[in-house]
């Protein structure tokens, strides 16, 4: 069994930065893949980005290039640095943890999720 507990998130003007942290309790974190997604009002939950336990990693083609996922495995604990907001950027921000370890882009293939947190881009 896995928890996960999001923070970092918050208000901040277009063009600012922000970095979401994601700490897990549990065995075997490094074994994890571990995702965020985001979810706007009215809007599906979206894919964000992907890492694997080696650090291997994936972005939306939305983010690519703005937004860079990271982990401490000794912390298990996994970062989403967030530059360059647009207002479109504004969602409930989730992590998830995928014990196949493959770092899937589709959210049915994790298992645990955190609670989120928020995350609004003003214009």
């Known amino acids: 069994q896995v928890q996960l507990v999001e923070s970092g998130g918050g208000s901040v003007q277009a063009g600012g930065s922000l970095r979401l942290s994601c700490a897990a309790s549990?065995?075997?974190?490094?074994?994890?893949?571990m995702g965020w997604f985001r979810q706007a009002p009215g809007k599906e939950r979206e894919f964000v980005a992907a890492i694997r336990g080696g650090g291997r990693s994936s972005y939306a083609d939305s983010v690519e290039g703005r937004f860079t996922i990271s982990r401490d495995n000794a912390k298990s604990t996994v970062y989403l640095q967030m530059n360059s907001l647009k207002p479109d950027d504004t969602a409930v921000y989730y992590c998830a943890a995928d014990s196949s370890g493959v770092a899937h882009t589709t959210r049915r293939f994790y298992e645990y999720w955190g609670q989120g947190t928020q995350v609004s881009v003003s214009s």
């Open positions: 549990g065995p075997g974190f490094s074994d994890y893949a």
